[in-house]
């Protein structure tokens, strides 16, 4: 994540940063915004999670602007103000995080990580110290079918099923991940 400082005079200007996400965190006006085939006008407190990794921004806009760039999710924080709620209040989702738990697995293994339907996203990372590859696949498929996490890399899956761990058969060690689970109740 880097926040990029800027001052404006109403020309397009590119700005050489690399991420998914833009947020616009302090303006004195409206910035327009281009990500490949993205457009858009962001003010204050506003951001955008994009589908693809861009390079290269193009900015636009009149005044001094802070914007942070970078990869993961960021959210909108343009709400502000006081809320009134008449009547009965009940609070019907609860999230959390757990898990965390290191798990190891022997060449040509695997950890199957079960079905709840309370669990709404998993992270799966791979300990940096792999010498290969974990494979992560839906179900009980096989090792060959699996979507690649390298050493010290990770997934997050937004899911209520079942997901498996695979070590190589050819690996020559046992190889390590990490679980975390995001639950509501």
Request: with cysteine; hydrophobic share 40%.
């Amino acid at each position: 994540m880097r926040d990029y400082h800027l001052t404006l005079n109403g020309e397009a200007e590119p700005v050489a940063a690399v991420g998914n996400f833009i947020f616009l965190k302090s303006a004195t006006g409206t910035l327009s915004v281009r990500a490949g085939d993205a457009f858009l006008d962001l003010n204050q407190g506003q951001g955008v999670t994009l589908p693809d990794v861009f390079k290269e921004i193009t900015v636009q806009g009149t005044g001094d602007f802070t914007l942070v760039v970078g990869l993961g999710d960021f959210k909108d924080s343009t709400l502000a103000g006081n809320v009134s709620i008449g009547g009965d209040v009940r609070v019907a989702r609860a999230d959390y995080i757990s898990g965390h738990a290191k798990h190891t697995i022997a060449p040509g293994g695997a950890f199957v990580i079960g079905q709840n339907p309370k669990v709404i996203s998993i992270l799966i990372k791979a300990d940096k110290n792999n010498k290969t590859d974990l494979k992560v696949c839906q179900g009980g498929a096989s090792y060959n079918f699996g979507m690649p996490i390298s050493p010290g890399e990770y997934i997050i899956i937004e899911t209520t099923g079942d997901w498996s761990v695979y070590v190589d058969p050819a690996a020559t060690s046992s190889e390590s991940f990490y679980v975390l689970e995001h639950r509501i109740y």
